[in-house]
């Protein structure tokens, strides 16, 4: 049997796998680097067989223990039913929904500003007719759920800030990756036309955390991945992630996505 510091992964299978990680599918890690979806469906491909799963997510968690860090994914390993191994990835990964209540802002120091900007103002454009679908995508309930840490309450608290439109406070909370890469003025022009078509959030489940000590475009350190399942008055089946980075003693906000 093949150990994991036996398996040799290229560059480009890495890439795809820490994109994946951090709440990519395989259309917008195809989109972010410029690629078909076609050729990320094959690097995925390739990792998952020389990793011996059947999940590409699995294929990400086992590159992020490879890496150093350690996965806790407690909520479920795949929405959507299980998989089968020779499918491709558009039918393992859950589809990016489409209606009118942006559905995808990657609002972090990792992203260009501009690229961002434009594409939360076209997905503000867009109609759609598919929350039946994304209904049909609700996680059990009878999943144990992880308990709150000290990071995951103040990832929390730092999202209850853009529940109240502080937007300038949610940057002055966040970490120093996050202000080098958008100022303050940019992050409440942006973060605003995100959420507040949204609407009001009735709820928020803390749904997984994953430690690990590297993610794409971003230096060495010790980072946390935290996920929420938030239901808002004008989207209920949204995942909130925010990425936290360590700054001794404390955990700062550096990458926030939802979708």
Do not use: C
Request: hydrophobic residues 40%; without cysteine; charged residues 25%.
């Amino acid at each position: 049997m093949t150990t994991d510091d036996q398996v040799v992964l290229s560059a480009r299978e890495k890439e795809a796998l820490r994109l994946l990680l951090v709440g990519h599918d395989a259309k917008s890690i195809a989109n972010t680097l410029g690629l078909s979806v076609h050729t990320i469906n094959d690097r995925l491909r390739d990792a998952r067989r020389k990793l011996g799963v059947s999940s590409s997510r699995e294929a990400a968690r086992r590159l992020a223990e490879m890496d150093g860090g350690t996965p806790n994914f407690v909520g479920p390993k795949e929405i959507g039913g299980v998989e089968a191994a020779s499918s491709v990835d558009r039918a393992k990964e859950p589809e990016l929904p489409r209606s009118s209540g942006h559905r995808l802002a990657w609002l972090t120091g990792g992203m260009l500003i501009m690229s961002l900007i434009i594409a939360a103002a076209a997905l503000l454009t867009i109609s759609g007719q598919d929350d039946a679908r994304v209904s049909a995508q609700n996680i059990s309930t009878s999943i144990a759920r992880p308990a709150e840490t000290k990071a995951s309450a103040d990832a929390r608290k730092w999202v209850e800030l853009l529940d109240e439109g502080q937007w300038d406070a949610s940057w002055q909370a966040a970490g120093t990756l996050f202000k080098a890469k958008i100022t303050s003025a940019q992050w409440a022009t942006t973060i605003q036309s995100v959420r507040q078509p949204l609407g009001r959030p009735s709820s928020r489940t803390f749904q997984s955390v994953m430690q690990t000590k590297t993610l794409p475009g971003t230096p060495a350190g010790d980072y946390q991945i935290i996920q929420f399942q938030t239901r808002f008055a004008n989207k209920p089946n949204a995942v909130e992630t925010v990425v936290l980075s360590r700054e001794q003693p404390y955990w700062r906000v550096s990458e926030y996505f939802i979708r």
